[in-house]
């Protein structure tokens, strides 16, 4: 049994998944602290799933759960945040645009 640790994170029609496989719970464990631990964005800019399928590819969990279909795929920190830090970026922008909301780094306090 393989346990998946994702990172998917949807902005817009775009979504983006950070994966990670292993059969040792330990290896996830790790790896679900480096990714906390590394993040260059807000946590709450995306959300991690634990699940466990029989095989260590992505496709058995999005044949577990069509949520993950269609998603651009990382099995790599750097990428995964490299794409995800514009969007994020875009999204607080359009945020402040919407609601009036001016950039603290613009103002004097």
Do not use: C
């Amino acid at each position: 049994m393989y346990i998946h640790l994702i990172a998917v994170s949807k902005f817009g029609g775009q979504s983006l998944v950070y994966h990670f496989a292993s059969s040792d719970p330990e290896r996830v464990l790790a790896k679900r602290r480096a990714l906390r631990e590394n993040t260059p964005v807000a946590l709450a800019e995306y959300g991690v799933h634990v699940l466990k399928t029989d095989r260590a590819d992505f496709t058995s969990v999005q044949a577990l759960d069509p949520y993950f279909s269609g998603a651009k795929i990382y099995t790599d920190f750097a990428p995964f945040f490299s794409a995800l830090a514009p969007l994020v970026q875009d999204a607080l922008a359009e945020r402040r645009a919407r609601f009036g909301w001016s950039n603290a780094a613009d103002t004097d306090s």
